[in-house]
């Protein structure tokens, strides 16, 4: 497994619904973050947190909402999405600058909106 | 705005036959260039971090090399285990992201 555990795996919700992806990361980083990974499409940064502060905000609609309570913990507070949403939910880590190592990713919650 | 293009799209290997690919990119103020590799159901494996034109890396049957414009990825005799889809990205100094290519499904045949 690797340093950054994303829960859950797979997440199927309605349109309705409210849910949470978590992320944890164990590498003693200081930045993370939250990517979207679609079918044919480059990964798109969504929110990038250094030392627990939003630091960036790539034009995300507020159906998504960060929440990053330490430096070890990142959530995406998901509510009302649409179907175009689907996708894999990438969290990643990284030490402030995000030199040398890169980022550190994890397996990702791929997310099925109904 | 920055650019990552990655070539091909798909590549069809046997065993044992080297190939490069290729990412091309435009980007202000390059801090790095970063290879990841990704299995499907995964999230991406860093493979390389590459700073300065001229500058090359190696692992194992991979070597990545870098120019002012762009970066191959050369895979040396190939092996089935190497299929996946090789990832570039470009970071700027003056930000934190890493913009990412599409890019290149690799499927290596025994």
């Known amino acids: 497994e690797t340093g950054v555990t994303q829960t859950p795996r797979h997440l199927v919700m309605g349109m309705t619904n409210k849910k949470s992806l978590k992320c944890e990361q164990h590498?003693?980083?200081?930045?993370m973050y939250w990517y979207k990974q679609s079918a044919k499409k480059p990964l798109e940064l969504m929110f990038v947190?250094?030392?627990?502060?939003?630091?960036e905000n790539n034009s995300v609609p507020s159906r998504f909402s960060p929440e990053c309570p330490n430096s070890s913990h990142l959530f995406l507070h998901l509510h009302t999405l649409q179907p175009e949403d689907s996708a894999l939910y990438l969290c990643?880590?990284?030490?402030?600058?995000?030199?040398?190592?890169?980022?550190?990713f994890g397996s990702g919650t791929r997310l099925t909106v109904v | 705005e920055d650019q990552v293009t990655q070539s091909p799209e798909a590549l069809r290997l046997q065993e044992g036959e080297s190939s490069s690919l290729n990412c091309s990119y435009t980007?202000?103020?390059?801090?790095?260039l970063f290879w990841y590799r990704q299995d499907p159901g995964k999230g991406p494996e860093f493979l390389f971090t590459l700073y300065s034109a001229g500058e090359e890396k190696e692992k194992e049957r991979l070597k990545a090399t870098l120019t002012k414009k762009e970066s191959f990825l050369h895979i040396t005799a190939p092996k089935p285990e190497d299929s996946a889809t090789y990832l570039c990205?470009?970071?700027?100094?003056?930000?934190?992201?890493?913009?990412f290519g599409k890019g290149t499904s690799l499927l290596v045949t025994p």
């Open positions: 590498l003693g980083h200081n930045a």
């Open positions: 980007v202000s103020g390059l801090r790095g």
């Open positions: 990205a470009v970071q700027r100094y003056s930000g934190y992201a890493l913009n």
């Open positions: 947190y250094s030392l627990e502060e939003r630091v």
């Open positions: 990643a880590s990284s030490h402030l600058g995000g030199g040398g190592d890169g980022y550190t």
